[in-house]
C-alpha cells in the first residue's frame, strides 16, 4: 500500500501531466479525472510506461475535434496538429503518412486506400458514435485499432428530434420563414398537437430508446422496429416488421447504422406504406432515406413533412453556397418543398455531447498508445492487463498484434520465456489477434533485441514495448 505522501505526490504528478512526452526519454500517462479517480483510489501506485521505438506521438486532429481532446493529448505531450475541417485525400494521404494517432468526425472517409499510406498509424480515434465512414477491417488488419464513444451524443440527438417532431407537427419552419421574409400567416390547418399520436422508431438502440422515453413522456404512443429483440421502455411495442410500423405510424424516424442492410431502407415502396400526410426523420445516416422517392412523396402530398440532418454527399467544411445540386442532384428540388427542416448534420453537436466525447475518445487513444489497452475497441480483440506497480523495474510491456493462425503464441512465447511472464492474456476477432504481456527480469539493454525477435516472427502485424 502506497504511504499518503506517496498518493498525494502521484495526484500531483497525474494532475500536471506535464512533460509527458511519447519520447523514448520521457514518461507517459493517461489524463482522465475517472482513471485518475480509479488509479488513486486504488492506492497502488502504478509504473507509468513510455514506449519504445515510436519516437515522439504525433497526432492529427481533423474535423473541430473537441477543446477537451487536445488538452488531453496535449497534456501527455504528444505533438497534435489540428483543423476545423476534414481534409482532402491528397492532404490526408501526405498528413497520415507520419502520424501515430488521428482523431475524425464522421466526415472524413479513411479508406484502405487512404489508410495503406499510413507507416506509423496505431490507432484512430472516431469523435462520434458512426465508425461507417473508416475501413474497420483494413486497419484492423493493418494492426490499426479504432475507438468511438458510443452513446455520448445520444441524448443530443434524441432531443433534437422531439424537436423536429414538434416543428414538423406545427409548420414551424414555414411559419419562421414566411415572418422572416415580412408574410403574416395565421393558419391552423394540417397543424397537430403530438400527444396521442404515434412515432414509429427505426432501430432501438441509444439513440431510439432515448428518445422512446422522451416521446411517450409527451404523450406520444411508442412502437419501434429492429432487428433484434430489444427490451421495451415504459409502454413501447416492438413490431415485427418494418412494413407494420410504416402502417401504423404518424411520425417515422430512424436511427439505425449505415450498412448495406440499411442503404435505401425508406425508398418509393416504403413511402407507399406509410400513412397518408406522415412525417419523416432522419438524422441517421444519408444513405438510409432514398430522398429524391421522398422529394416525389412529399410533392403528391403522401408525406406531410421531412426533417433531414444528414445526406449521401455532405460538404467537408462549413461555408455558404456548399449545400446545392453539385453535392446531391436532388437538393433544389428539396429545399424548394414545404415543411422540410434541413439541418447540417448537427444531431450531437451540443456543448455537452462534444465535450464527453472529447475526453471519452482521447482518453480510450491515451490508454491504448501508453498501455496498450484495447477496450472499448470497434475493430479490434479487447485486452487490457492492470498497470505494472511502481516497484517493477527491468518490467517490460509487449504489446503484440498479429495474425490469428495456430502456432504464434508458442513462438511468441519462446521469445518472451527468457524472461519471467508476470502476466499475459490474448485473445483474437477474426483475423486478427492481440497479445499483452508484462515481463519482468528485462535489462535495458536487451529491450531492443526483444522488440526485433518479435519484429522478425511470422504472422506478426505490429510490435511494440513499452517500459
Ligand atoms: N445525426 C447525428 O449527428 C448522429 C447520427 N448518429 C447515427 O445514428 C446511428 C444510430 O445510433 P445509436 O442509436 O447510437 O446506435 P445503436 O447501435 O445503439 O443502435 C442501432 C440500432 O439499429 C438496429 N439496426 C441495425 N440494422 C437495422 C435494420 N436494418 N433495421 C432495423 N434496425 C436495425 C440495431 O439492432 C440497433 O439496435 C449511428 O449509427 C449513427 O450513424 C449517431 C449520432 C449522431
Ligand atoms: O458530430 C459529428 O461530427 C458526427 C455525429 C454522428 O453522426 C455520429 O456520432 O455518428
Known sequence: MASPQQINNLQQHFQSAVALSGSPNAVSTSPTQSYLAQRINSMKP????????????????????????????????????????????EELI??????????????????????KHAKNLVVIGCFCIGTNQVDLEFAAKSGIAVFNSPF???????????????????QLGDRSIELHTGTWNKVSA??????????????????????????????????????????????????NTLDELLGKADFVTLHVPETPETANLLS???????????????????????IQALVEAMKVGKIAGAALDVYPNEPAKNGAGLFSNELNPWISELTSLRNVILTP???????????????????????????????????????????????QNNSVRVLYVHQNVPGV???????????????????????????????????????????????????????????
Open 268 to 290: 418509393t415502396p416504403q413511402f407507399a406504406a406509410m400513412k397518408d400526410g406522415s412525417y419523416v426523420i432522419n438524422a441517421s445516416r444519408g444513405t438510409v432515406v432514398d
Open 409 to 467: 503464441l508458442k513462438t511468441v512465447n519462446n521469445v518472451l520465456g527468457n524472461h519471467n511472464i508476470e502476466k499475459q492474456f490474448s485473445d483474437s476477432r477474426g483475423d486478427i489477434a492481440y497479445l499483452m504481456a508484462d515481463i519482468s527480469q528485462v535489462d535495458s539493454a536487451d529491450i531492443k533485441s526483444l522488440y526485433e525477435q518479435l519484429e522478425n516472427t511470422p504472422y506478426k502485424i505490429v510490435t511494440r514495448l513499452l517500459y
Open 94 to 115: 501526405e498528413k497520415i503518412q507520419e502520424v501515430h494517432a488521428i482523431g475524425i468526425r464522421s466526415k472524413t472517409k479513411l479508406s484502405e486506400k487512404i489508410l
Open 152 to 170: 455520448s451524443n445520444s441524448r443530443s440527438v434524441a432531443e433534437l428530434v422531439i424537436a423536429e417532431i414538434i416543428t414538423l407537427a406545427r
Open 190 to 239: 394540417k397543424c397537430w398537437e403530438i400527444r396521442g399520436k404515434t412515432l414509429g422508431i427505426v432501430g432501438y438502440g441509444h439513440i431510439g430508446a432515448q428518445l422512446s422515453v422522451l416521446a411517450e413522456s409527451m404523450g406520444m404512443n411508442v412502437i419501434y422496429y429492429d432487428v433484434n429483440m430489444i427490451m421495451s421502455l415504459g409502454t413501447a411495442k416492438q413490431v
Open 345 to 391: 448534420h448537427i444531431g450531437g453537436s451540443t456543448e455537452e455531447a462534444q465535450s464527453a466525447i472529447g475526453i471519452e475518445v482521447a482518453s480510450a487513444l491515451v490508454k491504448y498508445v501508453n498501455e496498450g489497452s484495447s477496450s472499448g475497441a470497434v475493430n479490434f480483440p479487447e485486452v487490457s492487463l492492470r498497470a505494472l506497480d511502481l516497484d
Open 46 to 89: 502504478a509504473k507509468p510506461l513510455k514506449p519504445f521505438s515510436t519516437g515522439d506521438i504525433k497526432i492529427l486532429l481533423l474535423e473541430n475535434v473537441n477543446q477537451t481532446a487536445i488538452e488531453i493529448f496535449s497534456g501527455q505531450g504528444y505533438q497534435v496538429e489540428f483543423y476545423k475541417s476534414s481534409l482532402g485525400d
